[in-house]
Each structure stands twice: as C-alpha cells, then as structure tokens.
C-alpha cells in the first residue's frame, strides 16, 4: 500500500477493516485479473503463426469499469517486425 495514493489510503485501510484482509491479500486481489492476463499472454506461442490460428486464441480480457483489452493479428505482426528490425540493426541476439 506505501505505492498507492495517499488520498487511497483511508478507503483501502477502511476495506481491509471491514472484510478482515491483510494488506497482502488486498493486493492480490487488485493485482489478480493483470496477472491472469499477463501469465495468459506469456503461454501463447506468437512465433510462428498464421493469421486463422491466431484469431483461434482467446486474446480478448474484459476488465470491469475499465473496458476491453485485446490484439489483432496484424497489431502482432507489426511489432514483432519492429523488434526483428531493430535486433538486426543493432545485432543484438535474443
């Protein structure tokens, strides 16, 4: 909690009071739909694939009261171009 806002703070110590959490589990819970996108987003093996299995995947997170996060095919591509490009100019290896 010493990260969040100080306007935050008397909420979130309010919250942790009224539900009997600890601060750690408070941030878990905070934390825990970012998570799950990100762990999500690390397993799906972008390298080598074409654009019909790429619209298989499941690459769309809805997040409550904030909206929807999601990728195209091309958006991939293109900064997988970039990154190549920029490697190259560089020679820098993975």
């Not at 919250?15 to 397993?43: A, G, H, M, R, W």
């Not at 390298?47 to 991939?76: A, Q």
């Amino acid at each position: 909690m010493a990260n969040r806002n100080r306007k935050l703070k008397p909420v979130i110590h309010k919250i942790l009071k009224e539900n009997n959490i600890t601060e750690e589990q408070f941030n878990e819970i905070i934390d825990s739909p970012y998570k799950f996108t990100k762990d999500t987003i690390e397993k799906l093996d972008l390298k080598e694939i074409n654009e019909e299995d790429f619209n298989k995947l499941e690459t769309n997170f809805i997040y409550k009261f904030i909206g929807k996060f999601y990728t195209e095919y091309k958006t991939v591509k293109a900064v997988q171009n970039r990154v190549s490009t920029f490697l190259k100019r560089n020679k820098w290896k993975k």
